[in-house]
């Protein structure tokens, strides 16, 4: 498959834990996407990367939230102090923008759900 | 502020009937408008966009700025057209995030055999 790749694709941890997410994008797309989706909702939108460069971070992205995208390839997210309100599927997704004015399909990865116990 | 509204969450047709998923939005300029679908246990794909014009798996969307809505149609459903599908708008206004998608709740979409 040589789509968006994400790891874990689940995972379980305590209140209080650190986890951390990783997101392999289609390797020749610059930009890359964390979406956050709880039950019922669709996604919403947490941070975006334009290669390296962490360029956008959404009000739900609280202090506990850090991604990064060292190389501009692969992105982690990480979650400290986890809280039950921390589940949810985390979606990453990339997309190819040559021009500011590019809007091309955003291929999505098939998430990492977390469940905080 | 740029919002989707899906009103349904839940519509079952019948295979061969015609089939309308609603999606209204508000924005405040020029949006571009995308419908994405998720089948059972697959990832978030693209169905189709407004720009593109085109008719993807029967399916057509028309942007109808009036109405603010991009309503999701299909003349004779299948049963394999069973899945969530979301409608979702990328801001085009100055300053706004390159291809951030805002999306609607889902409608979950059974087609009954």
């Known amino acids: 498959d040589t789509g968006v790749s994400q790891n874990p694709r689940h995972k379980i941890t305590k209140r209080g834990q650190n986890v951390t997410f990783r997101c392999d994008p289609i390797?020749?797309?610059?930009?890359l996407y964390w979406y956050r989706q709880t039950l019922g909702q669709g996604p919403e939108f947490l941070t975006y990367?334009?290669?390296?460069?962490?360029?956008?971070k959404s009000r739900l992205l609280s202090d506990r939230f850090s991604a990064e995208r060292p190389k501009g390839s692969f992105s982690t997210l990480e979650i400290q102090r986890t809280e039950q309100g921390d589940s949810a599927m985390y979606l990453c997704?990339?997309?190819?923008?040559?021009?500011?004015?590019?809007?091309?399909?955003?291929?999505f990865g098939q998430g990492t759900r977390l469940t905080v116990v | 502020a740029q919002r989707v509204t899906q009103p349904e969450k839940l519509l079952s047709v019948f295979k061969g009937a015609p089939v309308e998923l609603k999606c209204n939005y508000s924005?405040?300029?020029?949006?571009?408008l995308f419908w994405y679908v998720q089948y059972s246990r697959q990832r978030l794909q693209l169905l189709l966009r407004?720009?593109s014009r085109e008719s993807i798996k029967g399916f057509t969307a028309d942007l109808n700025k009036g109405e603010t809505s991009f309503h999701l149609k299909k003349p004779f459903a299948q049963e394999e057209d069973s899945a969530m599908y979301y409608c979702?708008?990328?801001?085009?206004?100055?300053?706004?995030?390159?291809?951030?998608?805002?999306f609607g709740r889902g409608t979950q979409l059974t087609v009954w055999p």
């Open positions: 997704a990339s997309s190819l923008g040559l021009r500011s004015t590019d809007n091309t399909e955003a291929f």
């Open positions: 390797s020749e797309h610059n930009r």
């Open positions: 990367f334009q290669n390296e460069a962490q360029l956008e």
């Open positions: 924005y405040s300029g020029s949006p571009e």
């Open positions: 407004h720009i």
């Open positions: 979702a708008l990328i801001s085009r206004n100055r300053g706004s995030t390159l291809g951030r998608l805002y």
